[in-house]
Protein backbone atom coordinates (compact mmCIF):
# COMPACT_ATOMS: atom_id res chain seq x y z
CA UNK A 1 0.00 0.00 0.00
CA UNK A 2 1.73 3.46 -1.30
CA UNK A 3 2.38 5.79 1.72
CA UNK A 4 1.79 9.54 0.76
CA UNK A 5 3.76 11.94 2.49
CA UNK A 6 2.52 15.34 1.92
CA UNK A 7 4.69 17.13 3.86
CA UNK A 8 7.57 16.42 1.86
CA UNK A 9 5.57 15.81 -1.35
CA UNK A 10 6.87 11.85 -1.42
CA UNK A 11 4.79 9.04 -2.62
CA UNK A 12 6.60 6.07 -0.68
CA UNK A 13 6.63 2.22 -3.00
CA UNK A 14 7.33 -0.49 -1.34
CA UNK A 15 8.76 -3.53 -3.80
CA UNK A 16 10.15 -7.00 -2.03
CA UNK A 17 12.34 -9.20 -3.41
CA UNK A 18 11.49 -13.03 -2.92
CA UNK A 19 12.95 -16.10 -3.62
CA UNK A 20 14.45 -18.92 -1.93
CA UNK A 21 17.26 -19.43 0.25
CA UNK A 22 20.72 -17.98 -1.44
CA UNK A 23 19.34 -17.45 -4.58
CA UNK A 24 20.52 -13.70 -4.96
CA UNK A 25 17.89 -11.20 -2.89
CA UNK A 26 20.42 -9.65 -1.20
CA UNK A 27 23.31 -9.39 -3.61
CA UNK A 28 20.99 -7.68 -6.19
CA UNK A 29 19.94 -5.39 -3.49
CA UNK A 30 23.80 -4.70 -2.53
CA UNK A 31 24.43 -4.48 -5.85
CA UNK A 32 22.11 -1.77 -5.91
CA UNK A 33 22.58 -0.09 -3.42
CA UNK A 34 26.12 0.04 -4.20
CA UNK A 35 25.96 1.76 -7.42
CA UNK A 36 23.40 4.14 -6.38
CA UNK A 37 24.81 8.36 -5.59
CA UNK A 38 25.25 8.59 -2.05
CA UNK A 39 22.73 11.54 -1.54
CA UNK A 40 19.84 9.26 -3.61
CA UNK A 41 19.76 6.41 -1.06
CA UNK A 42 19.39 5.80 2.64
CA UNK A 43 21.28 3.54 5.11
CA UNK A 44 21.14 -0.16 4.38
CA UNK A 45 19.77 -1.84 7.23
CA UNK A 46 20.60 -6.19 7.62
CA UNK A 47 19.15 -8.45 10.79
CA UNK A 48 20.53 -11.59 11.28
CA UNK A 49 19.96 -14.52 13.80
CA UNK A 50 22.01 -16.46 15.48
CA UNK A 51 20.48 -19.34 14.11
CA UNK A 52 20.73 -18.12 10.28
CA UNK A 53 22.76 -15.81 8.43
CA UNK A 54 20.28 -14.82 5.92
CA UNK A 55 17.32 -13.00 8.02
CA UNK A 56 17.51 -9.79 7.29
CA UNK A 57 15.88 -7.43 5.02
CA UNK A 58 17.39 -4.72 3.39
CA UNK A 59 15.82 -1.11 3.65
CA UNK A 60 16.89 1.32 0.17
CA UNK A 61 14.71 4.72 -0.84
CA UNK A 62 15.89 4.88 -4.22
CA UNK A 63 14.26 7.51 -6.21
CA UNK A 64 12.70 8.04 -9.37
CA UNK A 65 10.56 10.33 -11.42
CA UNK A 66 7.56 12.23 -10.03
CA UNK A 67 4.09 11.27 -9.95
CA UNK A 68 1.25 13.93 -10.23
CA UNK A 69 4.22 16.73 -9.13
CA UNK A 70 5.28 13.88 -6.29
CA UNK A 71 8.66 12.72 -6.06
CA UNK A 72 8.17 9.09 -5.79
CA UNK A 73 10.80 6.94 -3.57
CA UNK A 74 10.91 2.99 -3.92
CA UNK A 75 11.60 1.29 -0.30
CA UNK A 76 13.65 -2.31 -1.33
CA UNK A 77 13.51 -5.13 1.19
CA UNK A 78 14.41 -8.88 0.83
CA UNK A 79 12.75 -11.53 2.48
CA UNK A 80 14.49 -14.66 4.48
CA UNK A 81 14.75 -17.24 1.85
CA UNK A 82 14.28 -20.15 4.63
CA UNK A 83 10.50 -21.63 4.97
CA UNK A 84 11.29 -21.89 8.33
CA UNK A 85 11.47 -17.75 8.48
CA UNK A 86 7.39 -17.80 7.12
CA UNK A 87 5.94 -15.57 9.56
CA UNK A 88 8.69 -12.44 8.91
CA UNK A 89 8.14 -13.22 5.37
CA UNK A 90 4.23 -12.24 5.58
CA UNK A 91 5.25 -9.44 7.31
CA UNK A 92 7.58 -8.02 5.12
CA UNK A 93 4.82 -8.79 2.44
CA UNK A 94 2.40 -6.34 4.39
CA UNK A 95 1.54 -3.11 2.24
CA UNK A 96 3.63 -4.55 -0.67
CA UNK A 97 3.69 -2.43 -3.86
CA UNK A 98 5.51 -4.47 -6.63
CA UNK A 99 7.35 -8.19 -5.94
CA UNK A 100 10.41 -9.51 -7.42
CA UNK A 101 10.82 -13.38 -7.69
CA UNK A 102 14.68 -14.05 -7.95
CA UNK A 103 15.18 -18.08 -9.47
CA UNK A 104 18.25 -19.63 -8.64
CA UNK A 105 19.07 -20.61 -12.26
CA UNK A 106 20.65 -24.03 -11.20
CA UNK A 107 19.14 -27.42 -11.82
CA UNK A 108 19.50 -28.49 -8.43
CA UNK A 109 17.78 -25.49 -7.09
CA UNK A 110 14.31 -25.72 -9.33
CA UNK A 111 12.06 -27.41 -6.74
CA UNK A 112 12.90 -24.74 -4.28
CA UNK A 113 11.86 -22.23 -6.76
CA UNK A 114 9.03 -23.73 -7.14
CA UNK A 115 8.28 -23.86 -3.64
CA UNK A 116 9.55 -20.62 -2.94
CA UNK A 117 6.51 -19.54 -5.44
CA UNK A 118 3.70 -21.26 -4.27
CA UNK A 119 4.62 -19.92 -0.64
CA UNK A 120 4.52 -16.10 -2.21
CA UNK A 121 1.28 -16.77 -3.99
CA UNK A 122 -0.11 -17.45 -0.54
CA UNK A 123 1.33 -15.13 1.99
CA UNK A 124 0.56 -11.97 -0.78
CA UNK A 125 -3.47 -13.91 -0.16
CA UNK A 126 -3.18 -13.72 3.16
CA UNK A 127 -2.26 -10.25 3.21
CA UNK A 128 -4.99 -9.61 0.55
CA UNK A 129 -3.28 -9.50 -2.69
CA UNK A 130 -3.66 -11.39 -5.43
CA UNK A 131 -0.41 -12.41 -7.38
CA UNK A 132 -1.83 -12.09 -11.17
CA UNK A 133 -2.87 -8.27 -10.22
CA UNK A 134 0.08 -6.83 -8.49
CA UNK A 135 3.20 -5.46 -10.14
CA UNK A 136 5.18 -8.57 -10.79
CA UNK A 137 8.89 -9.08 -12.26
CA UNK A 138 10.60 -12.82 -12.52
CA UNK A 139 14.37 -12.76 -12.56
CA UNK A 140 16.42 -15.89 -13.22
CA UNK A 141 19.95 -15.18 -11.76
CA UNK A 142 22.71 -17.11 -11.41
CA UNK A 143 22.71 -17.65 -15.41
CA UNK A 144 26.76 -17.76 -15.11
CA UNK A 145 26.86 -20.80 -13.98
CA UNK A 146 27.55 -24.27 -15.33
CA UNK A 147 24.96 -25.85 -14.77
CA UNK A 148 21.88 -23.75 -15.40
CA UNK A 149 18.30 -24.89 -16.77
CA UNK A 150 17.79 -22.99 -20.37
CA UNK A 151 15.88 -19.67 -19.98
CA UNK A 152 12.84 -21.19 -21.69
CA UNK A 153 12.53 -24.19 -19.76
CA UNK A 154 12.93 -21.95 -16.96
CA UNK A 155 10.46 -19.31 -17.80
CA UNK A 156 7.77 -22.26 -18.50
CA UNK A 157 7.79 -23.84 -15.21
CA UNK A 158 8.46 -20.19 -12.85
CA UNK A 159 6.19 -17.66 -15.31
CA UNK A 160 2.79 -16.71 -13.89
CA UNK A 161 1.05 -13.99 -15.78
CA UNK A 162 3.31 -13.45 -18.79
CA UNK A 163 5.32 -11.10 -16.40
CA UNK A 164 8.69 -9.49 -17.35
CA UNK A 165 11.42 -12.20 -17.36
CA UNK A 166 15.41 -10.85 -16.93
CA UNK A 167 18.31 -12.82 -17.26
CA UNK A 168 20.75 -12.25 -14.45
CA UNK A 169 24.25 -12.36 -12.74
CA UNK A 170 23.73 -10.12 -9.64
CA UNK A 171 26.97 -11.01 -8.32
CA UNK A 172 28.41 -8.77 -11.09
CA UNK A 173 25.00 -6.46 -11.81
CA UNK A 174 23.82 -8.13 -14.85
CA UNK A 175 20.47 -7.76 -15.35
CA UNK A 176 20.52 -5.83 -11.77
CA UNK A 177 18.55 -2.39 -12.96
CA UNK A 178 16.86 -4.11 -15.87
CA UNK A 179 14.90 -5.65 -13.31
CA UNK A 180 14.31 -2.75 -10.63
CA UNK A 181 13.30 -0.71 -13.96
CA UNK A 182 11.04 -3.09 -14.75
CA UNK A 183 9.10 -3.81 -11.73
CA UNK A 184 9.31 0.21 -10.35
CA UNK A 185 7.36 0.65 -14.03
CA UNK A 186 4.76 -1.40 -13.02
CA UNK A 187 4.37 0.25 -9.95
CA UNK A 188 4.40 3.65 -11.30
CA UNK A 189 2.21 2.63 -13.41
CA UNK A 190 0.06 1.70 -10.85
CA UNK A 191 -0.05 4.85 -9.17
CA UNK A 192 -0.92 6.85 -12.13
CA UNK A 193 -4.12 5.14 -13.17
CA UNK A 194 -4.97 5.82 -9.21
Known amino acids: MTFINYASREINCKIVYYGPGLCGKTTNLQY ?13 ISLATET ?9 PLELGTVR ?6 HLYTVPGQVYYDASRKLILKGVDGVV ?3 DSQEERMDANIESLYN ?13 KIPYVLQLNKRDLPNVIPVDELSAELQKKGEPVYEAVATNGEGVFDTLKAVAKQVLTELRKG
Open 101 to 103: FVA
Open 120 to 132: LEENLQTQGFDLM
Open 32 to 44: IYDSTAPQAKGKL
Open 69 to 74: GFKTRF
Open 52 to 60: DRTLFFDFM
